[in-house]
């Protein structure tokens, strides 16, 4: 299995973006992870496609979008043109889900799926013809320094057996409060993508933070 690490920019220092960017491109991330918040999925505001446009600026990496809004076919075409690679809507906001994540994957880029902690995990099976990736939210969204709900082990174990069975090649990301101690156990119980913020962000080394969890995640695997 592989080890994708994403550093999400919720937690950067906006003062001081392209600096914070640069830092965190020494440890060689794989992606950069965008929290799109509209105030009403969540209870949090952050930024949209301009954002997007931005990092495209600053840097080469490809980046992924977590979409916690409840209109995201208004804004899916913006964060592709913007350069968006892959595109997690949230499961379970008020629209067509399947209609939702056909609209990514027909605009050309990649899809996933989000779900909140208790969303079932079984609810991804009639999305897998169309998805890449389900991500598995281990803090309920909106924002970023949240404590890592322990549960979300098991519900990756489960996730990863349904995914066995139904599509292998479907990779499972896991975003909030994912750190040193337990990078681990998530890659053990199947998780591959790693998206997180401050233990990223707010560490004194924040390129030697990147590195640190990729190599928790590898070593972890190995045992
Ligand atoms: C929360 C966001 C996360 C957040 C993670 O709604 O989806 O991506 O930025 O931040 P940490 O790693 O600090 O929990
Ligand atoms: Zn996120």
Redesign the pocket.
């Given at each position: 299995m592989e080890v994708i690490i994403s550093p999400?920019i919720?937690?950067a220092d906006f003062a001081h973006l392209e600096e914070d960017i640069r830092k965190a491109e020494k440890g060689k991330p794989d992606y950069f992870?965008l929290?799109i918040?509209d105030g009403h999925f969540?209870p949090?505001i952050s930024y949209g496609p301009m954002i997007a446009e931005t990092m495209k600026r600053i840097t080469d990496k490809p980046l992924d979008a977590?979409l916690?809004i409840t209109n995201p076919d208004e804004y899916i075409p913006k964060f592709i043109d913007a350069g968006v690679e892959l595109i997690y809507p949230q499961i379970e906001a008020p629209y067509d889900v399947y209609r939702t994540v056909q609209l990514i994957t027909d605009l050309g880029a990649r899809a996933g799926i989000t779900l909140n902690p208790g969303t079932p995990v079984d609810q991804v099976i009639p999305l897998l013809d169309l998805i890449d990736a389900v991500l598995i939210?281990s803090?309920?969204?909106?924002?970023?320094?949240?404590q890592?709900i322990e549960s979300s082990i098991p519900r990756i174990n489960r996730l990863r057996e349904i995914l066995d069975d139904e599509k292998p090649e479907v990779q499972i990301a896991v975003?909030?409060?994912?750190?040193m101690s337990n990078i681990g156990p998530l890659h053990g119980a199947g998780a591959e993508f790693f998206?997180?913020?401050?233990?990223?962000f707010?560490a004194k080394d924040i390129g030697q933070a990147v590195k640190d969890l990729r190599n928790a995640a590898k070593s972890w695997a190995g045992k």
């Open positions: 999400s919720l937690s992870h929290d918040m969540v949090n977590h916690m939210m803090v309920c969204p909106g924002f970023g320094g949240q890592f975003d909030g409060g994912v750190d998206i997180a913020g401050s233990s990223i707010k």
